[in-house]
Structure formats: C-alpha cells, structure tokens
C-alpha cells in the first residue's frame, strides 16, 4: 500500500500541479499564467518573491514564498491555537482511520466507510444527501493536522498532501449550473463535490489545515502552490454561486471573509472580505427578527446564525479590520444571545423544535466563553461562560417573543425550575416544521414532552420517507384536522400576561381552511399547566389533539383520558385530558431523534373529537408535575369562556 500511495502522490503532482514550476520566460515577455499572477506581489514581506518571479525562476520564487508563510507575521485566526492543540480521542481515532482511508464523513453513519486505496469520491453506501456532500468537508483532515502537530509523525501530512491532490484530480470544477440538478439522486458528482456550502467549509477548514501542516516535509513548495491555487478557486467559485438566503448564504459570506483576511496576499482578497462584510450587514437585517430570533425559526441554526455573525466580527477585529461592522450589527448580535439564552432549559439543553439536535454542554460552553469576550458587560453571558462562578441570572422569568413566536413560561433558572418553551410564530424557512403550537416541558432536570426532532434531511425516497415521518404534524404536540399536516403556518400571539402568581398565553393559527387554532396555556400559580386547545370555524372532520411523552412506560386510562409516568423518584408527570364534547384517547407510534440517524420509540397520543361544520371543539388539558403529579383531577367547562378545576379538592377558575 506505501509503493501505491507513492505512486499516486507522483501522479497527483504531475497532474495537478501548478500552473508552472518550471524556468520560464520573464514575466514581462508574456502574459503571466503562474499562480504567482493572483498574488499581489508588491506587499511587504513578498520582495524575494517578487525578484525571483521577474528573473523567471519559479521554482526559487515557489521556495521563497514557502518561507514567507512559514515565518509570516501579523495574521491572526483565533480558532486554532497552535500553542494548545487539542486533539479528543475520537478525533484522533478519526485521524488514524484517514490514514487507512475509512473517512470520517458523518456521525449519524458509524463506524466510517472505507472508500478504497485508490479513493473513490463519489461512493455513495447510503443515499443521504448528506453523506455524499460532507465527505467533500473532509472532516478526518483537521484532526489529522492536530495529530502531526503533536506527535510530528510525518504520516498524517504525507498522508493529507497526496489525499489533498488526489481530491483535486478526481473532482475537476467543470460547468457548473446548480439550476441543473432536478434530482440529487441523479446529480453529476461536480455538484455534489462543488455545492457551495461544501465549497465555503473548505474555505474555512483549509486555513486549519494550512496552520497545522505547513511546517510538513510533504508541504513543500510545489504542494504550496497546488494548495494556494486550489484555494483561490474555491474563493472565486463561491463569489459566482452565492445561494439566494438563508444559513448558507450567511456561511458563504463568512468564509469569504475568512479567506479574504487570512490570505491578504490574493489580489482579490480586499474585494472578497468586502463582499462578504456587505452580505452580513444586509442579511442579519434581513434574516433576524427584531426579537433576535434567525428566522428560519430552528434553535440549532440560530445558533449557527450567532457564531457566524460572532466569528466574521471576531476575525476582523483580530486582524485590524476595525469599523467594517456598524455598532448596530454588534447590538443585534447581542440581542441573538439574549433568545438563545431564554430559550434554554436550566441543564443547557434547547427544544428540539425543527432541526435542531441535541448539543454537548461542552461546546455551548466555549461559545459563551468567546461571547463573554466580546460582551465583558454582559453579565447573563458571564454567569454562562464561567458556569456561574461570576455573573448573574437574568432578572426576569417567563418572556414572549412575540414576532418569531417562541414563548417561555418559567418559575426559575436553577436546577429544580419548571420551564414550558412553545413555539407558534409566522412561516420558517425550509429547517422550519409544520409544528405550530408544538412545545417542550422540562421539570426538576427531565424533559417530559420532547419534540419529535428530524432523524434525516434528505435523499432517496427511503430516505426522504424517514425524514418526513418527522416532520408531521402529527408527531409534534399541536392539534391536526384528519392527521394532515398543517395547511398554513402564520400564528399571532392574542394574549400574554405575567401579572400576579400565574402566567397566561393565548396563540392563533389559521391552520387550515375553514379551521382556526386557538391554544391557551395557564402557568397556574408558576406550578402547573392547564391548556385549553380550540378548534373552531366551517371545516369538518376529526380533530386530534396530538402528545408525545418522552421514553417511558407510564401508566394508561383511556377512559378518563389519563396518562402517568412511573419514574418513582418524586419527579414524575400526570396528563389528562378533558373536552367538551366526547373525547377518544388512541395510542400512537412515537418517535424521537436527538441526533442524526439516531431515534428512540416513546409514547405518543392522539384524544380525537368530531367536528361539525360551524361548530367548535374544545380540549383541556392539566399537566401535572413533581409533588403534584398523581392528584386527582376534575375539569367542567362552564359556558363559552369559562373553565373551573378542582385538583385534589383545590378550586381554580379560568377564564379565556
């Protein structure tokens, strides 16, 4: 396999080497081909550079310009400390299977795929999308870089330098029109291995890359001139094919500014980190509500969102590009944190609404610790950041979010609070569910209604099938017509309050023709729940009230509509559902998805009602947690907008 893999680094340089190596002819004679004519050659630092390029001696100008990057000063790029490289275990194991070319393409896909000793690019073992796109991330490479770093053991950049030039060859930028792709299952590989969003990871991860490798044998002067000019058309192959919105284009723009301030060197290098500095003014006016929220309404890709926005100002300011963010960038930046933050559960766990997954407290922590750099006068982000060894809680409880719709009902921060976060705003972009109204409820340190999460994003109709059973409607805890997915997303917030000892929310949505939703949810004296769900308007059919309950084995009464979990340890959850009509409780398949490709059976409920044309039906629910769980209930709906409990021989009345 050694005699193999060195025949391909020979090949791989013959093939793809740069644009001249060779004496040429003086660069005033002809028009200049060389890579040396993306460089400008008249900054500092690039005289021998420059000298030896108009003698026509590229092969010394190549070694001249190695040296400059091996001895370059004055370019910083915070996310690699090449004084404190640390490399996990599984990053390591990770590094060494790329050796063995079994890549590290997805974590939903384990153990990693072995993609032959003549590395075949376009293996596809599942028909995921994301399979295929992601291993043109080439994510075992950075930990490969930390693995030489530390151990100096030159197999990890010999290894890298020939699967670098090998993925040049074999995946040539040819025309490229992603308008195209009417299927991705039949899409040419150029696609695949130059969608855009690819195109800008690499930007970003072949700094790391570069940072890591470059003091290799392998990355000798020839390889540098590969790498630059292989980099540079990633740069420029992104500044043609920008996607239209979204997180994409927030990642394209940032890595634009990433290879614009971390190469200066390019001709086009000011112009990129323009480029880039000018779609994330625009676009985080755009794209984030004046709430904070990013508005493709995920927790997962708002977070996202913020450490875009975060880095591109953090690079810059490291780098002395100060000025090109305007205070009101920073501000709103702030304002993301401040939702991000709100919408966390006391373990820093977020709801799985839409696409999001479930994140280590580990990384959450190092974004607090960066933002808390930027916001030093922030002490909510301090308390995070320090894991409340300095700072404070916010000095508030439950808050509405009115324009992107996300809304927390909380009675603390700490460990033993009980916090409900309901989700019922405009349309979301395409990571958005059809899921309106849906909610998490957390107690004393259990989620006892998780959202139903996404499992997949996309690919063959197996595969497709498996990510829209996720997205259903039917799977979130919101009400359905005939177990359809919802008709229209645009819900308004009609009443919010959070005077007194209890709190109140009242929500709307349109959610189908001739059927309108109204949830209300009462945080009775901030302990437990009472939602009253309504269907009302000219549609008919069976209207289900949908919930599912987090892995359990709880304790079922379809009669009374009863549902109660069986933990024992003094935390657990009684549900039960009143109407006023008659009510059928049916147990329903359940699932729930934490992380990619990864899913656990659960409880899952349908209490289902007839409706007739002009008629409303009504559903009450009482949730019941910790000391609470297990009393008995009563519920009577006394006229049009009344509702009266009785809860273990304690009286409450409602009104709506």
Known sequence: MKTFRLLLILLTAALCGPRTLAASAPADAQADTTLFALLDLTRPGLERVAERHAAGDDRAAAEALLDYYRTRQGVRFPDVDLGHVVLPDEERRWADEGLEHRF??????????????????????????????????????????????????????????????????????????????????????????????????????????????????????????????NYHRHAVHITRHFSEKGNHLLFQAQRLIFAGVFFPEFREAAAWRATGVEILNR????????????????????LESINIFFKALQLMDANGYRGDFPAEYLATVERMIRIHIECLFPDCTTPLFSDNRQQGKEVLTACYRAWAEVFPDNPVIRRLATEGREGALPDHLSQAFRTSGFYVLRNGWDAEATVMILKAGPQGFWHCQPDNGTFELWSRGRQFFPDSGSYVYGGDKEVQALRDWFRQTQVHNTLTLDDRNLARTDSHCTAWSTEGTSDRLTVENPSYEGLTHRRT???????????????????????????????????????????????????????????????????????????????????????????????RVRFATVLLTGADAGAKVRVKFRGADTLRLEIDGKNYELKY
């Open 104 to 229: 590290f393409v997805h974590a939903g896909y384990q153990p990693s795929y072995f993609y032959g000793e003549d590395i075949d690019w376009q293996l596809w073992p599942v028909r995921d999308n994301e399979l295929r796109w992601q291993l043109h991330r080439m994510k075992w490479w950075v930990p490969m870089g930390k693995a030489y770093r530390l151990t100096g053991d030159e197999r990890y950049a010999a290894e890298w330098c020939a699967q670098y030039t090998d993925w040049m060859r074999k995946n040539p930028l040819t025309a490229y029109d992603e308008r195209e792709v009417r299927s991705w299952t039949e899409a040419d590989n150029v696609y695949f291995a130059w969608r855009p969003l690819e195109v800008s990871d690499r930007l970003e991860f072949q700094i790391h890359q570069f940072l890591y490798f470059l003091p290799a044998e392998a990355f000798d002067a020839d390889f540098l001139l590969r790498f630059l000019e």
């Open 283 to 302: 676009e985080i006016r755009k794209q984030v509500y004046d709430d904070g929220m990013q508005f493709e309404l995920d927790p997962h890709y708002h």
């Open 521 to 615: 949810v009462w945080f009775v004296d901030r302990r437990f729940f009472v939602l009253l769900d309504e269907a009302a308007g000219d549609a008919a059919g069976e209207v289900a009230l949908h919930y599912n309950l987090l892995e359990c084995d709880p304790a079922e009464d379809a009669a009374a509509c009863r549902v109660e979990t069986r933990f024992g340890d003094g935390n657990d959850l009684t549900m039960q559902v009143f109407g006023a009509q008659k009510v059928k409780m049916e147990r329903r398949e359940g699932w729930v998805s934490r992380t990619y490709r990864q899913r656990n059976p659960r409880p899952a409920y349908a209490f289902t009602a007839r409706k007739q044309p002009g008629k």
